[in-house]
């Protein structure tokens, strides 16, 4: 298990390190990182941009070792081209922001949406069953800007219940109910997305597992219906499910660019959409995206090691790398 979690690790950093190359070799080589006499970007970013992060002077190898020799050195990744301030604090801002926006939402599907797939499966093919699985069917073919837009539209467009927009809720000291009431909107789109998908794997994985044989075996040695299915079937049925959830804590951190976008959240999700759009006068922010292209791509690789070492941590009749015998 030690070595198999070393070397997935091992080659986490060396595929992160490869796409980050790619990405900073592509996008140094663009024709709009020829910044050197551009009018719209401030003499002081400029200069620092020119000398500090060494745009156009030399070979991609060395401006690549000079970016990362700024980041060992300094923990930068370099001045935005749009803002005069420093990407690495830009992220930071925005990334608190992110995971208020999104934790709360998580915690709360996880309950509501595992709950509501064991529900259906106990009363498979019943009314309680029917009405889960199609008001799930309909959550998940909806697009989420759909239900947005909707949510928007309904409650504080018509009924002015609660603000459209989370940026008026930023001030919590001058009436704390506007802040508070201003991300129940962004919650609920993102909550019912993530209640939706547990819930038909939920349903599915204890469906599969309540047709078990060796749940008929549990029922064989005197357990009643109730007993085999709370210590066994549940148990074994939420196996494949934690690595999902556990995956999910850490892909709170990748944002969300639809909800972001529609409510005003100043996220990791907006940051990134706004750093390509390209305005009159001004240009892609490329080293906001570079930073952001090789955050998401740390992010989805902790990810995916995360759910992989949890298998043999949650069930431990899975033997991590055990190769063939």
Request: proline letters at 4%; one cysteine or more; aromatic letters at 10%.
């Amino acid at each position: 298990m030690i070595r198999y979690s070393l070397k997935r690790i091992g080659l986490v950093f060396v595929t992160t390190a490869i796409i980050v190359f790619m990405v900073f070799a592509f996008i140094r080589s663009m024709p709009g990182m020829k910044i050197e006499n551009d009018p719209s970007i401030d003499p002081v970013i400029l200069q620092k941009l020119l000398e500090r992060d060494g745009i156009g002077k030399g070979t991609i190898i060395q401006q690549f070792t000079r970016w990362v020799g700024n980041i060992a050195r300094e923990g930068s990744l370099g001045y935005s081209l749009k803002y005069p301030e420093e990407v690495t604090s830009m992220i930071g801002k925005r990334l608190i922001v992110t995971v208020r926006i999104n934790i709360v939402p998580y915690l709360i599907s996880i309950p509501i949406g595992i709950g509501l797939g064991i529900w259906a499966a106990l009363r498979k093919n019943k009314l309680t069953d029917h009405i889960i699985s199609t008001g799930v069917m309909v959550l998940i073919s909806v697009p989420s800007f759909v239900i947005g837009i909707l949510l928007q539209y309904l409650f504080a467009f018509n009924l002015n219940w609660v603000p459209w927009n989370v940026l008026r809720g930023s001030d919590y000291s001058k009436n704390i109910w506007i802040g508070l009431s201003s991300y129940i909107l962004p919650t609920i789109m993102l909550t019912v997305g993530s209640v939706a998908g547990l819930a038909r794997v939920s349903r599915a994985e204890l469906t599969e597992v309540l047709t078990s044989e060796f749940m008929l075996l549990c029922r064989t040695k005197g357990l009643n219906r109730r007993q085999s299915t709370i210590r066994h079937g549940i148990r074994n049925a939420l196996v494949p499910i934690a690595p999902a959830l556990i995956g999910g804590l850490v892909g709170i951190l990748s944002g969300s660019f639809v909800t972001e976008q529609i409510f005003g959240v100043f996220g990791i999700g907006k940051l990134y959409i706004e750093s390509f759009i390209q305005t009159a006068g001004t240009r892609p922010d490329y080293p906001v995206i570079m930073a952001l292209l090789m955050f998401y791509t740390l992010i989805g690789l902790l990810a995916t090691l995360v759910v992989d070492l949890s298998y043999g941590v949650i069930d431990p009749r899975i033997r991590m790398g055990a190769g063939k015998r």
